[in-house]
């Protein structure tokens, strides 16, 4: 251990945002671990914390900017300008210095602007980097642009919860802390596998799972949490919202709600009331003739009960929010809390499991077409992702700037982005690695990564974590950039380090972040704090009112609308295969990074189609090919096994070759265009 030193930091995985801490010796991350009494972790990290650290000094890092030599052949004038900079690298690229890369960009953006408007540029992405970088990100385009369309990754993930948790209690948020856990009787999770997507958060709820026997778990298929669950509910793909006014139902039916709750810091309940009461749809009843669903008939009142007379948390993830109900699927759950006086106190509350640390934080920073840093009004309304596609195709939108998000790879109908992309005059990508869109770019910049940089992370549960440096790096961090670029189009950005970016920040969005300065985020780094953070931070939120205008929770009833699955059954006429998707613990999404593990990626190099059993006679051959009314994947290996159901398939997404996005078309959620990706129909192909 002789020159080895320990640096504390944070994980910028998943959701759960563990705090690590590195030995290093002669600037290379020697292992990563967790202190025993880190707050988040509780010393413990899944394998991807452990282990996923090596792309830091992957060979393919992207260390010297590029630029695309056919971007230059079709702008003689910018190439003119950077000629001597420029340095052959192989038939498509020229590597360049910073000072070119982002000259280039500016004079292909002033260009642009000229000929089309300042809002014909959009920027994309930001959630894999700092609350800093993307705080200066949406400030640069909305301010020195002059272009009000920003966008981030949680449109493809959580934007739904942001929508439904906003328009109900007035805050996106999770309430409570991840250790009330501890502190709950009962626990319900839906649409999340919990086990492999937050692990950390898993270890919590199996430790309660196994002593007090008060798991209630709602999936499509057999999950690992399944387990450990009092209450095993397999149901139809795009059940949701079926079976959580179904629970709604139960507690009113049997009266079960909490009368002082209510009528002290709710509104518009005896409305919803009277309309859930003669949903046709609502009542658990409607199962008995869903066949092979039957028992859910009992379950699910079994279920309700047990939540409504405890102190109750709900988690959900991806298999919510990825639905065309997703945003009225997080309304039914909030309604569930209100309902019941289960939110605002110790050990019940409401928890929606991000994809990833710093989701949060990015959306926090006003990374949203929508919302200003804080979640204030913008001057002008910006267009979601899907709508800028759409732009793009009708030549209105012609540049994107893009930080961190793999554009196409991970979002649906990805023909169509494919032909959207190529109408484009100039994308420029920050980017740790060639992924597929930095492929695409016409000019790509290197920059730090998380465990190279100084910077806010916000998890989940709103839990601030600044990250330090845990080797030294040459490389600019996304801020760096972006303040150059903002320079060469007329801007006045002037920071001299992250730490003046995050001041500003708490200056601009003080409701949430006014307290949480450099120094206290330095003193409780293995604890963090949790937004608002002013003289003290807040690990419960809503205790006294809700944040909405009048303070009082709101109810807003949406019927399920039949379809898909359950209308095939009810119709007896399922057909052909229903497919879902979802994550394994080794990788993390678009696995740029993880796959430079050879530890984490030969555990799953590549997409497995995972087909129940006595499904065998559908797939003669080792690999398919499914294929829907969009698009269809490269091969997949199939595996067979018991833990799906009939004539229901599943899949990961992590392995960008696979083209799983290609088979999800436009349908998004109704309100916030958020991809269906958690139900597709689809067909199967010999490979």
């Not at 251990?1 to 690590?20: A, L």
């Not at 100084?454 to 760096?480: C, F, I």
């Not at 050879?598 to 080792?622: C, H, M, Q, W």
Request: glycine share 6%.
């Amino acid at each position: 251990m002789e020159n080895v030193e320990t640096i504390d930091s944070v994980c910028t995985y998943c959701g759960v945002g563990c705090d690590i801490a590195a030995n290093v010796k002669d600037n290379k991350i020697q292992n990563i671990f967790a202190h025993p009494d880190g707050v988040v972790s509780q010393g413990k990290l899944c394998i991807k914390g452990k282990y996923g650290f090596d792309f830091v000094d992957a060979q393919d890092r992207l260390k010297t900017p590029r630029i695309r030599k056919t971007f230059l052949e079709k702008n003689p004038y910018i190439k003119e300008s950077i000629a001597s900079t420029l340095v052959d690298l192989d038939d498509t690229w020229y590597e360049t210095t910073l000072d070119s890369a982002t000259t280039a960009a500016a004079m292909k953006l002033q260009e642009i602007q000229t000929n089309y408007g300042e809002k014909s540029v959009c920027s994309i992405g930001g959630a894999r980097t700092s609350c800093e970088s993307s705080y200066l990100f949406q400030k640069f385009t909305r301010h020195t642009l002059n272009s009000p369309h920003v966008d981030n990754c949680a449109r493809v993930c959580h934007s739904p919860s942001l929508k439904g948790m906003r328009t109900t209690i007035g805050e996106g948020a999770a309430t409570n802390p991840y250790n009330d856990i501890y502190n709950c009787e009962f626990m319900i999770v839906i649409g999340s596998n919990t086990t492999e997507a937050h692990p950390i958060i898993a270890n919590r709820i199996v430790d309660m799972a196994q002593k007090h026997d008060n798991l209630a778990v709602f999936d499509v298929r057999e999950i690992k949490l399944h387990r450990f669950s009092k209450y095993k509910a397999i149901i139809p793909h795009e059940a949701n919202l079926l079976v959580l006014n179904m629970l709604a139902y139960t507690i009113i039916d049997e009266e079960l709600y909490h009368e002082s709750f209510i009528a002290d810091r709710t509104k518009g309940f005896l409305e919803f009331k009277e309309k859930i009461l003669n949903d046709p749809y609502a009542n658990p009843k409607y199962f008995e003739q869903i066949e092979g669903y039957e028992y859910l008939s009992k379950m699910i009142p079994k279920i309700a009960r047990e939540y409504a007379l405890k102190k109750s948390m709900i988690f959900w993830g991806l298999g919510i929010t990825e639905h065309i109900d997703g945003s009225y699927a997080v309304m039914a759950i909030t309604h569930l809390a209100l309902m019941t006086g289960n939110v605002g106190k110790e050990g019940a509350g409401l928890m929606p499991l991000r994809g990833q640390n710093n989701v949060q934080g990015t959306c926090d920073m006003g990374m949203l077409p929508y919302y200003d840093p804080d979640y204030q009004t913008p001057k002008e309304i910006g267009l979601m992702t899907p709508q800028l596609v759409d732009e793009m195709l009708e030549d209105r939108i012609k540049a994107v700037l893009n930080i961190g998000e793999d554009l196409t790879h991970i979002h649906p109908n990805l023909n169509k982005v494919d032909r959207a992309f190529e109408k484009l005059e100039l994308l420029f990508v920050q980017e740790l690695f060639m992924t597929d869109v930095a492929s695409r770019a016409d000019i790509v910049v290197g920059v730090k990564s998380a465990y190279e940089k100084t910077g806010v992370y916000v998890n989940a549960m709103r839990r601030l974590h600044l990250s330090q440096p845990l080797v030294k790096s040459d490389l600019p961090d996304d801020w760096e950039v972006l303040q150059i670029l903002d320079n060469k189009m007329g801007g006045t950005a002037n920071y001299a380090s992250s730490k003046d970016v995050w001041d500003e920040v708490r200056e601009v969005a003080y409701r949430r972040f006014s307290g949480a300065s450099y120094v206290r985020l330095e003193r409780h780094r293995k604890r963090g704090l949790q937004w608002p953070v002013h003289t003290e931070d807040t690990p419960i939120l809503h205790q006294l009112d809700f944040r909405t205008e009048d303070g009082l929770g709101e109810f807003h009833y949406h019927q399920y609308k039949l379809r898909g699955m359950v209308e095939e059954i009810i119709n007896k006429d399922l057909q052909g295969y229903h497919l879902t998707t979802g994550r394994t613990i080794a990788h993390y999404n678009n696995a740029a990074q993880t796959k430079r593990s050879e530890s984490l990626n030969k555990r799953y190099d590549e997409d497995i189609l995972l087909v129940y059993e006595g499904d065998r006679a559908d797939f003669p051959t080792e690999k398919v090919i499914l294929k829907s009314e969009f698009g269809e994947t490269n091969p997949l290996t199939v595996r067979f096994t018991e833990k799906v159901q009939p004539k229901t398939l599943f899949s990961t997404f992590h392995h960008a070759k696979s083209k799983i996005n290609n088979l999800f078309g436009d349908k998004s959620d109704e309100l916030i265009l958020t991809a269906a990706f958690k139900s597709i129909k689809v067909e199967i192909l010999p490979a």
